[in-house]
């Protein structure tokens, strides 16, 4: 392994330290800190760009050459297209099975790479560029990171696995999202309110009851739609990816475990990669 690979889980390991203190900063904001809660969201923008692009520089660097880096830009530039179609609304959310089945195709750092990619580029077409672009870039890299850290399956299994993934995911991130900025979600005198005098679990317990009145519902659409997204088209997109892998002499992170011929629906690409 080079030094460049080796580099690579240092810098997620590294993402996803501050990724916590970025998106879980409510519970850990006291009155003595000094920052107002205000202030916290900015200065973890203004942070998460430089995180997002150590990993992505080093995942670059480490794991990808030309071809592999042109299948990226393929498939940010699909999933770009997709995320203004759905909008969002109701939880109707399409890109995010494509970083889901990319992920576990390509493995753990492409879909790193592919979540915050898409959620940039899309940003730009879209006019959601703000601060809280660098928390929707870096939550989405990391849907697609543990896509690509799931066990082995094969065939239907493999399916399911990745829509029951696609489902606890759209719960993760939309949670993850919405408690970075609940203080501003609702006024300081209800009892779902953030209260930086409390301690971290009454917040915590303050934060479910807010996320149940306010976006349970938008969650829910989200899982759903990755769920039966994933059920109906995964096999035909896994079956494309990973064919795809084969030409560009991938070595996916999570390859079936059915059969090596190189026409079966599961094969592994491993297996037939030249």
Do not use: K
Request: glycine content about 12%; hydrophobic content about 55%.
């Amino acid at each position: 392994m080079t030094g460049s690979r080796a580099r690579v889980p240092l810098a997620v390991a590294v993402a996803l330290v501050i990724g916590t203190v970025a998106f879980g900063w409510p519970l850990f904001l006291r009155p003595e800190s000094g920052m107002q809660p205000e202030q916290a969201p900015i200065v973890f923008a203004l942070v998460l760009p430089m995180v997002l692009a150590v990993v992505l520089s080093e995942v670059a660097g480490g794991r990808m050459d030309a071809r592999q880096l042109a299948m990226l830009g393929v498939l940010a530039a699909v999933g770009t297209i997709l995320r203004p179609l759905s909008a969002g609304t109701a939880g109707f959310e399409l890109v995010f099975f494509v970083l889901i089945l990319a992920g576990r195709v390509f493995g753990a750092g492409f879909g790193f790479a592919l979540g915050a990619i898409t959620l940039f580029t899309s940003a730009l077409i879209t006019s959601g560029v703000g601060p809280w672009l660098p928390y929707q870039m870096l939550a989405a890299g990391f849907v697609g990171l543990f896509a690509g850290l799931l066990p082995r399956a094969g065939g239907r299994a493999e399916v399911w696995l990745l829509a029951g993934y696609g489902a606890v995911s759209a719960f993760a991130y939309g949670w993850v999202m919405d408690f970075a900025f609940w203080p501003f979600g609702v006024g300081n005198d209800t009892g779902i309110s953030f209260d930086a005098t409390l301690g971290p679990l009454e917040n915590l317990h303050r934060f479910v009851l807010y996320n149940i009145a306010t976006s349970m519902g938008w969650n829910l659409g989200r899982a759903i739609t990755n769920a039966v997204l994933i059920a109906l088209a995964g096999p035909a997109l896994l079956r494309l990816l990973r064919r795809s892998a084969r030409r560009a002499d991938f070595a996916p992170a999570a390859a079936s475990v059915a059969s090596a011929d190189p026409d079966a629906p599961d094969a592994p690409a491993a297996a037939v990669a030249s």
